[in-house]
């Protein structure tokens, strides 16, 4: 925290402690500067930690456990009776899980002498950052100032969020309890990860999804079969549905979906999309110019139209995930500081937390075809992976993309267990512009889950062992 008596000039002031600030921050000061970081909330870590993929994975963890305690232990020749749910300590779990990596973060601005400043930063034009917060103003002078301020839930026109019966990811994530038939509108990353968790805990979910398939952007194959296993766990879909409207009726709530009869539900959870946070920076004023959808305009050492500020993660261009916030954050630090830094953004993955997982880095099949690029493919099934079986997780595939002409991995799509952590080879692949050839002539442990991915680069060339 920053005290009277502490220096108030510094090379980097960091507006921001999620995962793009933080991260920046530390990288900075790792690398001999003096920085500070700017943070309205109480705890730092940002949406990622307080409210977002932290908090939601804990729960997803959590809600699986309880399904496979009812379920499928007894495959395993385990019988285990009165399996109930204690949905206070599960959210008490999440919320310890929160607070210890939290305050894991200010004990690493400790560490390497960043200076957290509490409140709302905006920028005051010469250098300087006026922080404003339950006292006094202060203010900061920077060599460079980098804005890391993130995003906030996107508004539908017509839905009305009280914050309470209809409302965003946060108050999802804390229920007080099991909704009867929660509405999730949007079937995105968020609307299916939270959707599963509260299907799992008990509720009734209809996703209703604007366009005709699930998780836009992803792999269409992989949407396609992820979305046949959503709806084998009892998740109801109504895809080509527009919502028009929702309310808080009554004891429940309305959904006014275009074209058909109006949804009736007691929850509603508005999952369309996240929008930069750029309000109250004072951009307008400093000249930072935002582009038509509300982003920070920066080129390509994410500078924006002001000299000497930068700007990073989901309030610039580009997928919004925490990731990327931090990729972006370090290569933006380490070029201003060292002259070199940057990001390959082919090789960002993706991943959704639902089970099975869906993860995905590189280039889609449909943007393969689309810009006419010749590619093979080699795809590999999870149910003939012996790691896979002993798990009991068959559902999935792993399907590899290779330019045509030189085999380069243009793409990985993953559907199954553990997925997430699979994609991590991949993105190393595509990184270091590995072949699907490089990839299948590794040795890979057996039995493993990380096998999938060898056997789909040996499919690519027809020489899959197991399949
Ligand atoms: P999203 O953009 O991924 O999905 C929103 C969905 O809502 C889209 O499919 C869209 O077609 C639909 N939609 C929009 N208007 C609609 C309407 N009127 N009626 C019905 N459907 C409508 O958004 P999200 O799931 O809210 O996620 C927001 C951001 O956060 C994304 O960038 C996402 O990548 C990121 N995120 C990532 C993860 C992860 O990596 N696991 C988790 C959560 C969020």
């Known amino acids: 925290m920053l005290k009277a008596e502490s220096p108030k000039k510094f090379d980097l002031v960091v507006i921001g402690g999620g995962p793009g600030g933080y991260v920046a921050s530390i990288r900075a000061a790792q690398l001999g500067w003096k920085v500070a970081c700017v943070e309205k909330e109480p705890v730092l870590g940002g949406t990622c930690l307080r409210v977002g993929c932290i908090p939601s994975k804990a729960l997803l963890e959590s809600s699986e456990r309880f399904v496979e305690a009812r379920e499928d232990l007894a495959a395993h020749g385990i019988k285990v009776g009165g399996v109930e749910l204690d949905l206070a300590r599960m959210m008490k779990r999440k919320d310890e899980i929160v607070r210890v990596l939290t305050l894991g973060i200010d004990a690493l601005f400790k560490k390497n002498k960043v200076v957290r400043v509490r409140g709302q930063g905006r920028l005051a034009g010469g250098g300087k950052v006026i922080v404003e917060g339950e006292g006094e103003a202060v203010d900061l ?20 969020v009280d914050h309470d019966r209809i409302a ?51 792999d269409a194959e992989i949407a396609s079969e992820a979305l046949k296993s ?30 058909t009869s109006p949804v009736e539900c007691d929850r509603v959870l508005v999952a369309v999309g996240r929008v930069p946070c750029t309000e109250g920076l004072g951009l307008e004023s400093a000249g930072v110019k935002t582009d038509a959808n509300g982003r920070i305009v920066v ?31 370090i290569a933006c630090v380490e070029r201003l500081v060292t002259g070199f830094g940057h990001v390959d953004y082919q090789a960002v993955p993706n991943v ?12 889609t099949e449909e943007e393969l075809r689309e810009t006419g690029v010749g590619y093979k493919k080699g795809v590999f099934p999870y149910r003939a992976n012996g790691r896979a079986r002993c798990l009991g997780h068959t559902e999935g595939m792993v399907k590899v993309l290779a330019d045509a002409k030189t085999d380069r991995i243009l793409g990985v799509h993953i559907l199954g267990a553990r997925a997430g952590d699979l994609v991590a080879e991949a993105a190393v692949a595509v990184a270091f512009s590995s072949s699907s050839e490089d990839v299948a002539r590794a040795c890979h442990a057996h039995p493993t889950l990380a096998e999938l991915l060898k056997e789909a680069a040996l499919a690519v060339d027809g020489r899959a062992i197991h399949a």
Do not use: N
């Open 299 to 329: 080129d390509e050492r994410f500078a924006t139209s002001v000299e000497g500020v930068y700007a990073i993660g989901d309030v610039i261009g580009g997928a919004m995930l925490a990731h990327k916030a931090e990729e972006e954050g």
């Open 141 to 160: 002078a920077a060599r460079h100032i980098l804005i890391a301020s993130g995003s906030r839930s996107a508004s539908l026109p017509g839905v009305v």
């Open 352 to 363: 959704v937390y639902t089970q099975p997982e869906v993860a995905s880095v590189g280039r």
């Open 230 to 259: 959503f709806k084998r766990q009892r998740l109801a879909f109504r895809l080509g549905a527009r919502v028009r409207g929702a309310r808080a009726e009554g004891s429940g709530c309305v959904v006014e979906v275009e074209g």
């Open 168 to 218: 965003t990811s946060t108050e999802a994530l804390a229920y007080p309890g099991v909704p009867q038939h929660l509405v999730v509108i949007g079937a995105g990353a968020i609307g299916l990860e939270l959707g599963s968790v509260w299907s799992r805990l008990g509720a009734k979910v209809t996703v209703l999804e604007y366009l005709d398939r699930i998780l836009p952007g992803m």
